[in-house]
């Protein structure tokens, strides 16, 4: 019995422990970032088959350079995380794991994650990888506190794996990473303002200021999601314009924009909660549609 009980108990220590490692790096964040990185890659016109080794390990190393971002967001904002409900399970903030943990395990998985992609791609998207790193977790991150201008900047880290996604399979800066990364990037700002909407009173007790009006949610914000959702329409024609993907994604782009853009209105217009959550959800099911259909439609 003691043998079976011994047993159990670190059975269930390493199982939490890897629950633990799941929460430091965001999974589904990272996920969601890396999908977009893969998708690109594969959007370059010289990837012109599915080569499963290659996309894996591309999927391997960006998980591990943003789960690397990640962790040091957490080890960073350890105190903050506790006191807001939505972040103060997380492992360094509730005490499960210490700050040195977090960053030992964000410098291994960096290097390793950064070292991989210039070993199987090349080194520049392995320098953007770094770059968008340190612009996440230690420009973004501290000034989050500071200015709603950190939204501005937080643009960058997160839609810089579209760019890298193309470099590493393109091993240029084309025109069509950046269109990639300007698609990714517009669509930033309605999603994210949304998020800061429903978690408004969290981020208010903690100080951080993601909202464009110093005032909260007011209209001017909603005002702010209407433009950049409107933006996005033009920005989503430039894959077909850039002969990059076919006239089908382009009107598949056009619906999933104009969807977005009644989303927004219907926040400016009614002002709640309820309206962001549904540009919030909304925006989620956005981006995989767009990325898949430029993906499916792509032109060699």
Same mark, same amino acid.
């Given at each position: 019995?003691?043998?079976?009980?011994?047993t159990?108990?670190?059975?269930?220590?390493?199982?939490?422990?890897?629950?633990?490692?799941?929460?430091?790096?965001?999974?589904?964040?990272?996920f969601?970032?890396v999908?977009? &990185?893969?998708? &690109?890659?594969?959007?370059?016109?010289? %990837?012109?088959?599915?080569?499963?080794?290659?996309?894996t390990?591309?999927?391997?190393?960006?998980?591990?350079?943003?789960?690397?971002?990640?962790?040091?967001?957490?080890?960073?904002?350890?105190?903050t995380?506790?006191?807001?409900? $939505?972040?103060?399970? $997380? =492992?360094?903030?509730?005490?499960?794991?210490?700050?040195?943990?977090?960053?030992?395990?964000?410098?291994i998985?960096?290097?390793?994650?950064?070292?991989?992609?210039?070993?199987?791609?090349?080194?520049?998207?392995?320098?953007v990888?770094?770059f968008?790193?340190?612009?996440?977790?230690?420009?973004?991150?501290?000034?989050?506190?500071?200015?709603?201008?950190?939204?501005?900047?937080?643009?960058? =880290?997160?839609?810089?794996? &579209?760019?890298?996604?193309?470099?590493?399979?393109?091993?240029?800066?084309?025109?069509?990473?950046?269109?990639?990364?300007?698609?990714?990037f517009?669509?930033?700002?309605?999603?994210?303002?949304?998020?800061?909407w429903?978690?408004?009173s969290d981020?208010?007790?903690?100080?951080?200021?993601?909202l464009?009006?110093?005032?909260?949610?007011t209209?001017?914000?909603?005002?702010?999601?209407?433009?950049?959702?409107?933006?996005?329409?033009?920005?989503?024609?430039?894959?077909?314009?850039?002969?990059?993907?076919?006239?089908?994604?382009?009107?598949?782009?056009?619906?999933?924009?104009l969807?977005?853009?009644?989303?927004c %209105? $219907?926040?400016?217009?009614?002002?709640?909660?309820?309206?962001?959550? $549904?540009?919030?959800?909304?925006?989620?099911?956005?981006l995989p549609?767009?990325?898949?259909?430029?993906?499916?439609?792509?032109i060699?």
């Amino acid at each position: 019995m003691t043998d079976n009980n011994t047993t159990n108990s670190v059975s269930f220590k390493i199982v939490s422990k890897v629950k633990d490692y799941f929460q430091l790096i965001k999974f589904t964040l990272s996920f969601t970032v890396v999908f977009s &990185c893969v998708v &690109c890659y594969l959007m370059a016109p010289k %990837v012109v088959d599915y080569d499963w080794k290659m996309i894996t390990l591309l999927f391997v190393a960006g998980m591990l350079v943003t789960g690397s971002a990640n962790a040091i967001n957490q080890a960073v904002e350890k105190d903050t995380d506790a006191l807001m409900k $939505r972040t103060k399970t $997380r =492992p360094v903030a509730a005490g499960r794991m210490s700050a040195k943990e977090a960053y030992t395990f964000a410098l291994i998985a960096g290097v390793v994650g950064s070292l991989m992609i210039w070993y199987y791609f090349n080194l520049s998207a392995a320098l953007v990888s770094l770059f968008s790193l340190f612009l996440y977790a230690y420009i973004y991150t501290p000034l989050k506190k500071i200015n709603s201008v950190s939204v501005l900047i937080g643009g960058f =880290p997160g839609a810089l794996p &579209c760019l890298i996604g193309w470099v590493a399979g393109q091993d240029d800066f084309s025109a069509g990473g950046w269109i990639l990364f300007a698609i990714q990037f517009i669509w930033q700002f309605p999603h994210f303002w949304a998020i800061a909407w429903v978690a408004h009173s969290d981020y208010t007790k903690v100080g951080f200021k993601l909202l464009p009006s110093a005032k909260g949610p007011t209209k001017f914000t909603a005002l702010q999601a209407v433009m950049y959702s409107v933006l996005m329409i033009p920005i989503g024609i430039l894959p077909y314009y850039f002969n990059m993907a076919g006239q089908l994604s382009l009107w598949i782009v056009l619906v999933c924009n104009l969807f977005m853009v009644v989303q927004c %209105v $219907r926040l400016y217009k009614d002002m709640d909660v309820k309206a962001a959550r $549904r540009v919030m959800f909304s925006s989620y099911i956005y981006l995989p549609i767009v990325l898949l259909a430029l993906l499916a439609n792509k032109i060699h």
